[in-house]
């Protein structure tokens, strides 16, 4: 791998811990489970997800507010209005929240509410936004771009590193391929190259890779046997309603039940999962 210095492993028990709250971590032992919807579309809809999560074996909750849309008239995301109501949902559940940011103008506003930075795949080369995320004080979920090579997306996590960000998730959500069955091919391949190539954690994002949800939970599973860190995972209080990515969208009833599957795999491969924040509400974030 050339001039990959930094996300480089050392040595073979090489790992980075990221925090993405005072309990919660990713890349030790403990598994990253991530649920929420593509996009947050009103209050009524995150808190029918936080609710159902928070007592599940799921540790943080993502949801869009600035949408990457293929279409410039699809809806483009609440913005600020989606930071107050993940910020709600937050506080009164305790998990940690994950979304999007698309601009750099977006960084400081976007990290005075979440957790963590989800860098999208249509951004994964966008040096700059790359280079600016160095230096914001939150941790970064990187996507890896459509038509990524491993390499090209060793080296997307080294220049955030480089910049002085040394808390990278690495996410494989899929590469786009010539078979439209799919939306996406899941390359676990990857997943296993990278957790040999690079200290960072790798989690796996069985939601875009499908594009359908009854694929998705089998290839979830596939994810944390070969040795992923953790999944994020799309899921809607009425899946058939989501404002966006609809197909792949999982009800909370399956979102419960895949997360609840994954314990003898976590245990076959020297894992744990985490219980949720527990019982609800809690206020443990401020
Ligand atoms: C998303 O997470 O909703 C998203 C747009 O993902 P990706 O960048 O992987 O397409
Ligand atoms: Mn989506």
């Known amino acids: 791998m050339q001039n990959a210095k930094l996300v480089a492993k050392a040595s073979s028990d090489h790992k980075t811990i ?28 995150m808190e029918a997800v936080a609710s159902r999560l928070a007592v599940a074996p799921v ?14 008239y699809a809806f483009q995301g609440l913005g600020l209005e989606g930071l107050n109501i993940l910020a709600g949902v937050r506080q009164r559940y305790g998990l940690p929240v994950i979304t999007e940011v698309m601009a750099i103008a977006q960084i400081e506003e976007v990290a ?13 080369q966008n040096f700059d936004l790359l280079k600016a995320l ?9 996507k890896r771009g459509l038509a990524a090579t491993i ?10 590193l480089s910049h002085g960000n040394p808390n990278v998730i690495m996410c494989e959500r899929g590469i786009r391929s010539f078979d439209s069955y799919t939306r ?3 390359d676990l391949g990857a997943v296993v190259a990278l957790k040999q190539i ?54 909370l009833d399956d979102m ?17 999962i985490p219980s949720g924040a527990g019982s609800l509400p809690r206020l443990s974030l401020v």
């Open 151 to 160: 390499e090209e997306f060793v080296m997307a996590a080294e220049y955030i």
């Open 134 to 142: 160095g230096q914001a004080n939150k941790p970064v979920v990187l």
């Open 184 to 186: 996406n091919v899941l």
């Open 18 to 45: 990221v925090q993405l709250s005072d309990q919660v971590t990713v890349g030790g032992q403990d598994l990253l489970i991530v649920g929420g919807p593509c996009t947050v579309e009103d209050s009524k809809q």
């Open 198 to 251: 690079t200290h960072l954690p790798v989690i796996v994002d069985p939601s875009h890779a499908a594009g359908k949800r009854e694929l998705v939970a089998d290839l979830a599973r596939a994810a944390i046997a070969c040795g992923a860190d953790g999944l994020i995972v799309e899921c809607h209080p009425e899946p058939e309603k989501s404002v966006s990515d609809a197909r792949q969208a999982l009800s």
């Open 112 to 124: 005075t509410y979440a957790d963590v930075l989800q860098i999208g795949s249509r951004n994964m």
């Open 256 to 272: 419960v039940n895949l997360a609840e599957s994954l314990q003898p795999i976590a245990a076959a491969v020297g894992r744990t």
């Open 59 to 72: 540790q943080a909750l993502r949801g869009g507010v600035y949408k990457p849309r293929t279409s410039p």
